[in-house]
Each structure stands twice: as C-alpha cells, then as structure tokens.
C-alpha cells in the first residue's frame, strides 16, 4: 500500500516563510514524477510546482520566484519552500506523486493535505 504523508504547514504572517515535505512510502519500483498542488476555498486544485523525471520541475506564474520545490530521490520525498507567502496562498495543499508500485499499474496518488493559512 503506498501512501503520501505531508508534514508542515501551518499559519503564518504575510511574507513569511513555510516549509512542507512528503514522503512516499511501500513498495515502490518507480516514481516518475512528484509536486504540490493546492486548492483555497471555493476553487478548483490547481498545480503549484511538480519534478518530473529528469528533474524538470514547473512552477505555477503565481509561485514563481517566490516557492522553490526540489526533490530527494534516495528518500522518495519532495519539499516545497514557502517564502514571500501572500494571504491568496492560503489553501490545503496537498502532495501528488506519479508512481509505480510492486505489482500494481502506475498511476497517481494524492496525500490528505496539509493547510497552509497566511494571515495577519
């Protein structure tokens, strides 16, 4: 059984910083590609940065120069840094991963989300 556990979020001020990471976890032969997506109140989830294979990495227009995403291959665990955060990030944000597991076909799996408010 594979299972995506995020840890970090949280509140914080406008412009502070969060850090959130996720680990994969059972039997995996391969992970092709792991991100972060998120999704605020009333609006549909929406990609926020991902790695694929190769490590190209994408970054929504709204996060970019401000979330740095990067990944641990060794550990199948991807981080997102947070800094410059503005009160329109705040969302549950939750990790996706790309995988194959032993004896199963690859698809995708979600974590459970962690909320990341940003609030004075």
């Known amino acids: 059984q594979v299972q995506l556990v995020e840890s970090g979020g949280g509140l914080v001020q406008p412009g502070g910083s969060l850090s959130l990471a996720c680990a994969a976890s059972?039997?995996?032969?391969?992970?092709?590609?792991m991100g972060w997506y998120r999704q605020a109140p009333g609006k549909q989830r929406e990609l926020v940065a991902d790695?694929?294979?190769?490590?190209?990495?994408t970054y929504a227009d709204s996060v970019k120069g401000r979330f740095t995403i990067s990944r641990d291959n060794a550990k199948n665990m991807v981080y997102l840094q947070m800094n410059s955060l503005k009160p329109e990030d705040t969302a549950v944000y939750y990790c996706?991963?790309?995988?194959?597991?032993?004896?199963?076909?690859?698809?995708?799996?979600w974590g459970q989300g962690t909320q990341v408010t940003v609030s004075s």
């Open positions: 059972g039997r995996i032969v391969s992970i092709y590609g």
């Open positions: 996706n991963a790309d995988l194959k597991p032993v004896g199963y076909v690859r698809r995708e799996y």
């Open positions: 790695c694929r294979s190769g490590n190209t990495c």
